[in-house]
């Protein structure tokens, strides 16, 4: 059974950086691709980030350049280093993997290509 344990969310000022992390609890971690997602207040859930069993990185519109997903596959985690932080990026934050083992994705990656999900971790950004 794959579980999914978040930490680092938390309250940042504008321009600042935070990291989030997720620890996977199951077998074969390095076969899934790993991802985050994050919903705001009124919003829907909305793609930001997916690290692929292969190792390529795919990032949400707009994301790129200023968040970066990575992954230790000893360690089994994943993470998402956040830059450049501004309000518009509170949220709360999911981590999450693919359904599948050795699953690429199709097309743009969505919220049913995952099939766990960890509990989610509030990042706050003040102006």
């Known amino acids: 059974q794959v579980r999914l344990v978040e930490s680092g969310g938390g309250f940042v000022q504008a321009g600042g950086s935070l ?12 076969n899934y691709g790993m991802g985050w997602f994050r919903q705001a207040p009124g919003k829907e859930r909305e793609f930001v980030a997916v690290k692929i069993y292969t190792g390529s990185t795919f990032y ?9 997903i990575s992954r230790d ?10 830059n450049m932080l501004t309000p518009e990026d509170t949220a709360v934050y999911y981590c999450a993997a693919h359904k599948w083992e050795y699953y690429s994705g ?9 099939g766990f999900w960890g509990q989610g971790s509030q990042v706050t950004v003040s102006s």
């Not at 994301?63 to 970066?68: A, I, S, Y």
């Not at 360690?75 to 998402?80: A, D």
């Not at 199709?106 to 995952?114: A, E």
């Open 73 to 82: 596959n000893v360690e089994k985690k994943v993470y998402l280093h956040m």
């Open 106 to 114: 199709r097309g743009y990656p969505s919220s049913n290509d995952f």
């Open 19 to 30: 990291t989030l992390s997720c620890e996977w609890s199951g077998r074969n971690f390095d």
């Open 60 to 68: 949400g519109n707009s994301l790129q350049g200023r968040f970066t």
